[in-house]
T-cell receptor
Framework: DAGVTQSPTHLIKTRGQQVTLRCSPI?????VSWYQQVLGQGPQFIFQ???????GRGNFPDRFSARQFPNYSSELNVNALLLGDSALYLC???????????????FGQGTRLTVV | GEDVEQSLFLSVREGDSSVINCTYT??????LYWYKQEPGAGLQLLTY?????DMKQDQRLTVLLNKKDKHLSLRIADTQTGDSAIYFC????????????FGKGTLLTVNP
C-alpha cells in the first residue's frame, strides 16, 4: 500500500505569488491534517479536514486555505507568499476523526517550499 | 493554551541509554506522542501513551509520564547510530480537531 503522498516535493516561489500543495492520503483514510514546519522548529497545526469539512484551523492568516475532495485528497493554498512562509509543509492522514486518530495517523514526506 | 518544551540537544555514546525529556501544559491532553524525524524526511510515529498510564514499554523504547508534573520522557535503550535524528514530543489537544502541538525537537547525536 502506498503511504501518504505529497506533491511537489520541492518548489521555489517568489514573494507575492500563490502556491498549491497536494496531499493524497492512505487508501481508506478520511481525515487529512496539514502542518507547517519552519526550519529548526516543531510542526505547527494549520488545518484538519474530515469528510470534506474543515474541522479545525490553527493560528494562520486567511492567506492560508485548504479543501478536501470527494476522494479524500486535499490541497493547501497559500496566497501572497511571504519569505516567512518558507517551510516544510506536512500532511498527515488518519482513518477517522476520533480521540485515537493521531495514534493511527501517518505523515507524508512533506513539500519543501522556498520563497525568495 | 498548549505549549510543549524539550531540551534541544542530546549526545550519547553508542550502546548507552538516551533519555529525552519533555514538559507540556495542556492537562486535558488524552494522548502524548513521540515522533522521530531524520534529515530531509517526514515524521515517523515512534510511540504514544494514554494520559491515564504512567509507563509504556515498546522494545527498546520506554515512555514515562508524570501527569502531576506534566512531564514526559522517552528512554531509548542500547542507542545505535541509526537512532541519530530529531525527536519531537507532542500533545494532543481536546476539542473537535485533535490537533497535535509539538515541541521544538531534541537533536540526538549518537557517537560511535
Amino acid at each position: 500500500d502506498a503511504g501518504v503522498t505529497q506533491s511537489p516535493t520541492h518548489l521555489i516561489k517568489t514573494r507575492g505569488q500563490q502556491v498549491t500543495l497536494r496531499c493524497s492520503p492512505i487508501s481508506g483514510h478520511k481525515s487529512v491534517s496539514w502542518y507547517q514546519q519552519v526550519l529548526g522548529q516543531g510542526p505547527q497545526f494549520i488545518f484538519q479536514y474530515y469528510e470534506k469539512e474543515e474541522r479545525g484551523r490553527g493560528n494562520f492568516p486567511d492567506r492560508f486555505s485548504a479543501r478536501q475532495f470527494p476522494n479524500y485528497s486535499s490541497e493547501l493554498n497559500v496566497n501572497a507568499l511571504l519569505l516567512g512562509d518558507s517551510a516544510l509543509y506536512l500532511c498527515a492522514s488518519s482513518p477517522q476523526e476520533s480521540p485515537i486518530q493521531n495514534t493511527e495517523a501517518f505523515f507524508g514526506q512533506g513539500t519543501r517550499l522556498t520563497v525568495v | 493554551g498548549e505549549d510543549v518544551e524539550q531540551s534541544l540537544f542530546l549526545s550519547v555514546r553508542e550502546g548507552d541509554s538516551s533519555v529525552i525529556n519533555c514538559t507540556y501544559t495542556d492537562s486535558s491532553s488524552t494522548y502524548l506522542y513521540w515522533y522521530k524525524q531524520e534529515p530531509g524526511a517526514g515524521l515517523q510515529l515512534l510511540t504514544y501513551i494514554f494520559s491515564n498510564m504512567d509507563m509504556k514499554q515498546d522494545q527498546r523504547l520506554t515512555v514515562l509520564l508524570n501527569k502531576k508534573d506534566k512531564h514526559l520522557s522517552l528512554r531509548i535503550a542500547d542507542t545505535q547510530t541509526g537512532d541519530s535524528a530529531i525527536y519531537f514530543c507532542a500533545e494532543e489537544s481536546g476539542g473537535s480537531n485533535y490537533k497535535l502541538t509539538f515541541g521544538k525537537g531534541t537533536l540526538l547525536t549518537v557517537n560511535p
